[in-house]
């Protein structure tokens, strides 16, 4: 099969989809960009991008200005079709991979012989076989590969994305990427179609592995937080300042304990070690304690809310729970971003303004609009959030949080989640 591509076809237009489309039509290739959200193809169509990603505006508006890039809700043919939806939970933990299914049959109808499809979503083990079955079902005509020795008039893999909000561009070009096919036939045409703009190595290995990587490195990394999220409850109890903690620990020439936070949130960390718990329940115990320890971090978050607000009226007994405003600082997942998915600082400021008789004043700089479970919120600027309120609830470290003048938080009760008096040295 020939390994050019001349035009591209992006299942999914969201953090990943629409920066790895605009880096393909950035090398001049014709990409078209497919989403259910017409509002999001209109502002594609337009120049301009419904996400917040350094450098990503100024990428796509080139790439659609010179006609290499263009969104639809319609899928088109094309000679190599990524997928890139999400892959929520539902229930008990049980992973959701309709959204991929569904891709995999609207893109059916207009495969070809020689294309290749390319699964990136984070999935649980063996999406990519059940991906090469979807397509077997609706295209009996087509040689779909299901195993390593396979003929085929399709190629399949899987290559997931490994990247950083706000370092998005930078990483995918950068970044090694490892890349899983159903056969080694498709692991080379997918190698071949990366190296577009990939300028990271490309590694070959098979599909399951290659899924398994993945949320390898994501649990990897929430085991890794959940330790310092146990250790800033425990340090809690016993009255010890966590931060000191950390910094004097991370002295030692082997210790690289991280920092704690208010839980962990994204589409990725928050949600991709329970697809390893729900393919083996009996063997992923670490896993599994980890993923616990950092869903329960928000809930002692709001215990500490409360108890805030209980002695704050304790010592002003003259004042009513309703006297009292709450300002809660940071909805992302990360600093500066404007990502809330899996956002533990936003359930956390959704909580306090459901379960507490208190006026509740979120800040969060990278949004313009509060989301619909904060209909009892106020957005406002940082300074008048501090002028009105008397409970401050530091969720996310942004770069406009830490330049704020110490003078602001004078009688502030602040509950410090993210280390934000540690890192502005107060």
């Given at each position: 099969?020939?390994?050019?591509?001349?035009?591209?076809?992006?299942?999914?237009?969201?953090?990943?989809?629409?920066p790895t489309a605009a880096m393909f039509a950035s090398r001049k290739k014709n990409v078209?960009?497919?989403?259910?959200?017409?509002?999001?193809?209109?502002?594609?169509?337009?120049?301009?991008?419904?996400?917040?990603?350094?450098?990503?505006?100024?990428?796509?508006?080139?790439?659609?200005?010179?006609?290499?890039?263009?969104?639809?809700?319609?899928?088109?043919?094309?000679?190599?079709?990524?997928?890139?939806?999400?892959?929520?939970?539902?229930?008990?933990?049980?992973?959701?991979?309709?959204?991929?299914?569904?891709?995999?049959?609207?893109?059916?109808?207009?495969?070809?012989?020689?294309?290749?499809?390319?699964?990136?979503?984070?999935?649980?083990?063996?999406?990519?076989?059940?991906?090469?079955?979807?397509?077997?079902?609706?295209?009996?005509?087509?040689?779909?590969?299901?195993?390593?020795?396979?003929?085929?008039?399709?190629?399949?893999?899987?290559?997931?994305?490994?990247?950083?909000?706000?370092?998005?561009?930078?990483?995918?070009?950068?970044?090694?990427?490892?890349?899983?096919?159903?056969?080694?036939?498709?692991?080379?045409?997918?190698?071949?179609?990366?190296?577009?703009?990939?300028?990271?190595?490309?590694?070959e290995t098979n599909s399951r592995t290659a899924e398994m990587c993945k949320l390898t490195?994501?649990?990897?990394?929430?085991?890794?937080?959940?330790?310092?999220?146990?250790?800033?409850?425990?340090?809690?109890?016993?009255?010890?300042?966590?931060?000191?903690?950390?910094?004097?620990?991370?002295?030692?020439?082997?210790?690289?304990?991280?920092?704690?936070?208010?839980?962990?949130?994204?589409?990725?960390?928050?949600?991709?070690?329970?697809?390893?718990?729900h393919s083996a329940p009996e063997q992923a115990k670490l896993i599994r304690a980890a993923?616990?320890?950092?869903?329960?971090?928000?809930?002692?978050?709001?215990?500490?809310?409360?108890?805030?607000?209980?002695?704050?009226?304790?010592?002003?007994?003259?004042?009513?729970?309703?006297?009292?405003?709450?300002?809660?600082?940071?909805?992302?997942?990360?600093?500066?971003?404007?990502?809330?998915?899996?956002?533990?600082?936003?359930?956390?400021?959704?909580?306090?303004?459901?379960?507490?008789?208190?006026?509740?004043?979120?800040?969060?700089?990278?949004?313009?609009?509060?989301?619909?479970?904060?209909?009892?919120?106020?957005?406002?600027?940082?300074?008048?959030?501090?002028?009105?309120?008397?409970?401050?609830?530091?969720?996310?470290?942004?770069?406009?949080?830490?330049?704020?003048?110490?003078?602001?938080?004078?009688?502030?009760?602040?509950?410090?989640?993210?280390?934000?008096?540690?890192?502005?040295?107060?």
């Amino acid at each position: 099969m020939s390994s050019t591509f001349d035009t591209i076809s992006m299942i999914g237009l969201g953090y990943i989809g629409l920066p790895t489309a605009a880096m393909f039509a950035s090398r001049k290739k014709n990409v078209i960009g497919i989403d259910i959200n017409q509002d999001a193809v209109d502002t594609i169509n337009s120049g301009q991008t419904h996400i917040v990603e350094p450098d990503l505006d100024m990428i796509v508006a080139a790439a659609v200005n010179q006609g290499y890039l263009k969104a639809s809700t319609t899928v088109q043919p094309a000679d190599a079709f990524l997928i890139a939806v999400p892959t929520p939970f539902r229930g008990n933990h049980e992973p959701d991979v309709s959204y991929v299914e569904a891709a995999a049959r609207s893109i059916a109808p207009v495969l070809k012989k020689g294309d290749l499809v390319i699964l990136e979503s984070t999935s649980p083990v063996g999406t990519t076989e059940s991906l090469a079955k979807w397509l077997a079902e609706e295209r009996p005509d087509l040689k779909i590969p299901l195993g390593p020795n396979d003929e085929a008039d399709i190629n399949l893999a899987y290559c997931p994305e490994r990247v950083l909000p706000g370092k998005v561009i930078h990483e995918l070009v950068s970044n090694d990427r490892i890349i899983g096919g159903i056969t080694k036939a498709c692991s080379e045409r997918a190698i071949a179609l990366y190296q577009t703009f990939v300028q990271g190595e490309c590694i070959e290995t098979n599909s399951r592995t290659a899924e398994m990587c993945k949320l390898t490195e994501n649990s990897f990394r929430d085991v890794n937080i959940a330790f310092a999220n146990e250790l800033s409850v425990i340090c809690g109890k016993l009255g010890i300042d966590v931060w000191e903690l950390i910094a004097l620990a991370n002295r030692h020439p082997r210790v690289n304990v991280l920092r704690p936070g208010p839980g962990v949130g994204g589409h990725c960390i928050a949600v991709d070690p329970w697809f390893i718990v729900h393919s083996a329940p009996e063997q992923a115990k670490l896993i599994r304690a980890a993923r616990e320890v950092n869903d329960y971090k928000p809930h002692w978050v709001l215990e500490k809310v409360r108890e805030e607000v209980d002695a704050y009226l304790a010592a002003n007994p003259e004042r009513k729970e309703s006297d009292v405003t709450i300002a809660c600082f940071g909805l992302a997942f990360k600093p500066d971003i404007d990502d809330l998915r899996e956002s533990p600082a936003l359930d956390i400021a959704a909580e306090i303004a459901k379960t507490h008789n208190s006026r509740v004043i979120v800040v969060e700089p990278n949004i313009s609009a509060l989301p619909a479970s904060l209909d009892k919120g106020e957005l406002r600027t940082p300074q008048d959030a501090l002028a009105r309120s008397q409970i401050v609830v530091m969720l996310v470290n942004h770069k406009p949080f830490l330049a704020l003048k110490e003078s602001l938080f004078a009688d502030k009760v602040i509950i410090d989640t993210c280390g934000y008096l540690s890192a502005t040295g107060r």
